[in-house]
């Protein structure tokens, strides 16, 4: 497969560094496209047997090109992910692959007429640890509550000052929940399945000068009783993820890459799981399982219809906040709009 990495900036620049480093079979990175005359010569410095596009049309052009990886900032990947499509190029595309659940449906519908692999990067789903959660919750029996916190998301004042583009609803769409925590919002519904309805206290700019969140407590509830609770805040600097999961027969506890199980027979075990580079290892695994589909030697598994249940939970935590309401599952994406305009118009309410 011959892939072009779209943008320059710190994920495309990770993704060629990795990718050229320790290369994976059958992927070749083909090509680089940025819009800056400066990034170009300094990439054909650095990776002289890499091609160049300045302009992403050439991309679309070149005959030679199998898929694109779109790095770029969130307001460009739906644009550039439909353009590709339209033109037969398979897309894996960073989250969030849009803003909108609507331009998600859109890029889901194109790649099935067309026959084109269309991903996002959820990498999360590969990791060891989420593999061993999802086998061991079989044991637990009917799973009663979860607990979810990510405060690991550290971001200081300067965070936001490095980038023209970041904090703000134009140019970012979001923040904690849309641009950090996505990644436990999309294990949420790989764990648990979709919540039927959510009530939410989420901060914008209460920590930092932005315009986004920035903090953010969800309740979740759903069909079969479950109840579930979740965090994320970009405000601590010590903070440390972890999982709680509670059924009928024992337990699950993760502190970081710690898993304790304990279960009401009496049996009690820990497993500890690689932390270092493993955010690495996952991406690479999501890859070559994207050339693997592209070659149609397997599913997709992580199409980027999975992107459209995230950004539900997302907007419905937001929506809950902005009107002091349960909000109710399935959420309508015209409501959400709807609901962003009238607090935009009207101001933050932090």
Same mark, same amino acid.
């Given at each position: 497969?011959?892939?072009?990495? @779209?943008?320059?900036?710190?994920?495309?620049?990770?993704?060629?560094?990795?990718?050229?480093?320790?290369?994976?079979?059958?992927?070749?990175?083909?090509?680089?496209?940025?819009?800056?005359?400066?990034?170009?010569?300094?990439?054909?410095?650095?990776?002289?047997?890499?091609?160049?596009?300045?302009?992403?049309?050439?991309?679309?052009?070149?005959?030679?090109?199998?898929?694109?990886?779109?790095?770029?900032?969130?307001?460009?990947?739906?644009?550039?992910?439909?353009?590709?499509?339209?033109?037969?190029?398979?897309?894996?595309?960073?989250?969030?692959?849009?803003?909108?659940?609507?331009?998600?449906?859109?890029?889901?519908?194109?790649?099935?007429?067309?026959? =084109?692999?269309?991903?996002?990067?959820?990498?999360?789903?590969?990791?060891?640890?989420?593999?061993?959660?999802?086998?061991?919750?079989?044991?637990?029996?009917?799973?009663?509550?979860?607990?979810?916190?990510?405060?690991?998301?550290?971001?200081?004042?300067?965070?936001?000052?490095?980038?023209?583009?970041?904090?703000?609803? /134009?140019?970012?769409?979001?923040?904690?929940?849309?641009?950090?925590?996505?990644?436990?919002?999309?294990?949420?519904?790989?764990?648990?399945?979709?919540?039927?309805?959510?009530?939410?206290?989420?901060?914008?700019?209460?920590?930092?000068?932005?315009?986004?969140?920035?903090?953010?407590?969800?309740?979740?509830?759903?069909?079969?009783?479950?109840?579930?609770?979740?965090?994320?805040?970009?405000?601590?600097?010590?903070?440390?993820?972890?999982?709680?999961? @509670?059924? /009928?027969?024992?337990?699950?506890?993760?502190?970081?890459?710690?898993?304790?199980?304990?279960?009401?027979?009496?049996?009690?075990?820990?497993?500890?799981?690689?932390?270092?580079?493993?955010?690495?290892?996952?991406?690479?695994?999501?890859?070559?399982?994207?050339?693997?589909?592209?070659?149609?030697?397997?599913?997709? =598994?992580?199409?980027?219809?999975?992107?459209?249940?995230?950004?539900?939970?997302?907007?419905?935590?937001?929506?809950?906040?902005?009107?002091?309401?349960?909000?109710?599952?399935? =959420?309508?994406?015209?409501?959400?709009?709807?609901? =962003?305009?009238?607090?935009?118009?009207?101001?933050?309410?932090?």
């Amino acid at each position: 497969m011959r892939l072009v990495i @779209i943008g320059y900036g710190n994920m495309g620049q990770r993704y060629i560094r990795e990718l050229t480093t320790v290369p994976l079979p059958d992927v070749q990175i083909y090509g680089i496209q940025t819009g800056s005359q400066e990034k170009a010569e300094t990439i054909l410095l650095e990776y002289p047997e890499i091609k160049v596009f300045l302009d992403f049309e050439e991309v679309l052009l070149d005959p030679g090109v199998d898929a694109i990886l779109i790095a770029t900032p969130n307001r460009l990947h739906f644009p550039l992910a439909k353009a590709a499509l339209l033109r037969n190029k398979h897309v894996l595309v960073e989250k969030p692959a849009a803003v909108s659940e609507s331009e998600i449906q859109e890029l889901s519908e194109l790649s099935e007429q067309r026959h =084109l692999i269309c991903e996002v990067m959820f990498q999360s789903r590969f990791d060891p640890l989420i593999s061993r959660i999802k086998v061991l919750m079989g044991n637990l029996g009917r799973i009663q509550r979860f607990q979810c916190n990510n405060p690991q998301y550290y971001r200081d004042a300067a965070y936001f000052l490095d980038g023209n583009w970041s904090g703000t609803w /134009e140019q970012d769409g979001g923040g904690i929940l849309l641009n950090q925590a996505i990644h436990q919002v999309d294990l949420l519904d790989f764990l648990f399945g979709s919540p039927v309805e959510l009530v939410s206290s989420v901060s914008f700019g209460r920590y930092r000068e932005i315009q986004v969140d920035d903090e953010a407590f969800l309740i979740l509830r759903y069909a079969c009783g479950l109840t579930g609770t979740f965090m994320a805040s970009f405000a601590e600097p010590l903070g440390e993820e972890s999982l709680e999961i @509670i059924g /009928e027969k024992g337990q699950l506890k993760v502190l970081s890459n710690v898993l304790t199980c304990q279960m009401v027979s009496g049996e009690t075990f820990k497993e500890t799981f690689p932390d270092q580079g493993q955010w690495e290892l996952n991406r690479r695994e999501l890859i070559r399982n994207f050339e693997l589909a592209v070659r149609g030697q397997q599913r997709s =598994l992580v199409p980027v219809s999975v992107n459209r249940r995230a950004l539900m939970l997302i907007h419905g935590a937001w929506l809950s906040t902005w009107q002091r309401i349960w909000i109710q599952l399935p =959420l309508k994406d015209d409501e959400y709009h709807v609901g =962003l305009q009238k607090y935009r118009k009207e101001g933050s309410n932090r």
